[in-house]
């Protein structure tokens, strides 16, 4: 008897559950992780005139890695997809991007990047230039 009154219950236990309908997940989710005017460095955010091309990349980092020095001469956008990655501009502090930031590149100044830990850096990168520009180029060697 006892053990029928505890079915018993149980059953209304589950049945009530089942009764309290759940919200239905939204179909679309927007989380805006950024918004601006200004790069890393507080400069407006410009666009070259004429036709734009647009180049994404994801671009793995192992852990201990250092670019190269190097510069865009166009605007360069990055999502810190996994890790940490400091980038050092060449004239003023450096700072750590975690997973899940945003990124609004410099343009048309020197600096570097490095991973930091032990974790590989793994970055979504949009790149928007004339069609046929160079996304980066690497400070040549002093003489």
Do not use: C
């Not at 008897?1 to 919200?23: D, H, T």
């Not at 955010?45 to 670019?67: D, F, H, K, M, N």
């Not at 190097?70 to 990655?85: D, F, N, S, V």
């Not at 590149?105 to 004339?130: C, M, N, Y």
């Amino acid at each position: 008897m006892i053990r029928l009154g505890f079915v018993a219950v149980l059953g209304l236990s589950f049945a009530a559950g089942a009764a309290v309908a759940k919200e239905p997940a939204p179909a679309e989710v927007v989380t805006e992780i950024a918004r601006t005017t200004k790069t890393a460095v507080g400069q407006p955010i410009t666009l070259p005139q004429g036709p734009l091309e647009v180049v994404a990349s994801i671009y793995t980092l192992a852990p201990g890695v250092r670019l190269p020095e190097h510069k865009h001469p166009y605007q360069r956008y990055a999502y810190i997809l996994e890790g940490q990655l400091m980038v050092q501009q060449g004239d003023s502090a450096s700072r750590v991007y975690h997973a899940g930031e945003f990124v609004i590149e410099s343009v048309d100044r020197w600096h570097f990047g490095a991973t930091v830990g032990a974790v590989p850096v793994k970055l979504l990168v949009i790149d928007q230039l004339p069609p046929g520009g160079n996304v980066t180029i690497n400070r040549p060697a002093a003489p």
